[in-house]
């Protein structure tokens, strides 16, 4: 039953209930509600709290806070590990590990250096393949490339033209000069050659920020 007064109206008890029911089945309410995360981390902050308290740290004595701080050395570690471990990963990628199909451990400057070597035997094609190899692995060395694993030589050359512009058509001649050796068997030249190694060359020398759009 509801009564009114002069400044307004009073619900009896049933009323006053059902109106708070109501009130209360708002979503905005459940919307306001912790999670469940949100009560585990306050318990173990109270927790922690009354833990390292002037009031319980006589009590609990040396050895439980002693327990306490190797499990929070412990949770730090394990998430130093977790979320170091794809930089690591990408490091490994840098310094070796297939690249252009092929598993390959050496260095941009090994690469070159045993392309020149194939180069002054006359071995055109083995010169090319190495050498496209060495200018891939340069630039992943310096952190200017990320290809995705099983990249093609086509793939690298479209990511080495957003940082080097201008190198952009001597890139994609010398990614299709690897392809014409490694995949379509078509012989490499002395010139061919040269030219792959000059695009190298001057990619080792010149800084992305110095290069126009």
């Known amino acids: 039953m509801i009564r009114r007064l002069d400044d307004g109206l009073i619900p009896d008890g049933d009323d006053a209930r059902r109106w708070a029911e ?11 509600k912790p999670t469940w995360f949100d009560l585990l981390a ?8 009354d833990l390292f308290s002037s009031d319980n740290s006589a009590g609990v004595g040396p050895s439980a806070l002693i327990v306490v701080c190797i499990i929070i050395v412990a949770a730090l570690i394990a998430a130093l590990i977790i979320w170091g471990r794809p930089r690591r990963s990408r490091a490994i990628r840098r310094t070796g590990g297939a690249l252009l199909g092929a598993e390959d451990d050496r260095t941009a400057a090994q690469l070159r250096a045993d392309s020149e070597r194939s180069a002054r035997n006359g071995d055109w094609d083995e010169a090319t393949i190495l050498r496209f190899r060495a200018l891939a692995r340069g630039l992943l060395e310096r952190d200017l490339i990320d290809p995705a694993p099983g990249a093609t030589a086509q793939s690298i050359a479209r990511e080495v033209s957003t940082v080097f512009p201008l190198e952009s058509a001597a890139v994609r001649s010398a990614a299709a000069s690897f392809d014409d050796v490694r995949y379509l068997r078509h012989p490499a030249t002395e ?5 792959l190694a000059a695009t190298d060359d001057r990619l080792v020398s010149v800084r992305p920020e110095l290069v126009g759009a």
């Open 22 to 32: 109501e009130e209360l089945s708002n979503p905005r309410y459940a919307d306001a």
């Open 191 to 195: 010139r061919s050659y040269s030219e």
């Open 42 to 49: 306050r318990d173990i902050g109270r927790f922690l709290a």
